[in-house]
């Protein structure tokens, strides 16, 4: 049963969220690098754009005009649908955190831009994909994010109005996302921040251990009395 205190659903982003990708995705880019001749770049270059799309990724990651990217990008996301998701990808306590909301019966989404196959992909290979309800992946709708039509999506499929659900993501993109849908904004600040206005933020944590204390503290119901969820014991 859903306490009232407490957002009937959360939507997550997944890159620098709820999995640590950029590493990956660095690696593949400067192996792409290497073969155009170019020199390779550390992992921080890469993280401005892990949040923009496959497209801007590739243009701006190889330095490549708008002809050149398709071609690479293919390329790109063969090579990644062909390596294993790290299993330390996973930021530390995601999982205790997902399977704490669905015993309340939090409605949990995913809102992303990254291709459904690979999105699919990383989260059966994590063994999290049972936790979610609804998966807004890119390519799913005309515009990526932070076009509101994709935070609509799954709110409309859970059927949740925006007062009483939650955008949980690390980047700009997300908090746009959130704020152009009137939906309070939690920032993941240990993720892939580019950018993100601290001062607008619903609340940010840096752990996901805090993250069930904090969201005790909103009350989405607008009452004086909240009700706590479990503290968050993780897996080692």
Known sequence: MINDNLPKAV????????????????????????????????????????????????KNGLGVTDDQAPELLNKFREIYKNKPTPLDSLIPCVREVLADLKCQ????????????SLALKVLNELNIYKFFDYINAGGDLPKPKPHPD????????????????????????????ANSCEVPFAWYSAGNDDGVIPH?????????????????????????????LGDITCQP
Not at 41 to 56: D, E, H, N, T
Not at 105 to 116: D, L
Request: aromatic share 6%.
């Open 11 to 58: 939507v997550f982003d997944l890159d620098g969220t709820l999995i640590n990708s950029a590493g990956q995705v660095a690696s593949i880019l400067n192996d792409l690098r290497v073969e155009l001749g170019k020199p390779i770049m550390p992992v921080s270059s890469y993280v401005p754009w892990i949040s923009l799309g496959g497209v801007c990724l590739i």
């Open 105 to 116: 019966g939090i409605k949990i989404c995913i809102c992303t831009n990254k291709p459904r």
């Open 150 to 177: 994709n935070l609509h999506a799954c709110l409309n499929a859970v059927h949740c109005e925006a007062d009483h659900s939650i955008m949980v993501g690390d980047s700009l993109v997300d908090q746009n996302l």
């Open 200 to 228: 607008q933020v619903e609340f940010s944590f840096e752990c996901f251990s805090q993250f069930v204390k904090k969201l005790n503290k909103i009350n989405f119901n607008q009452k004086m009395k909240s009700i706590e």
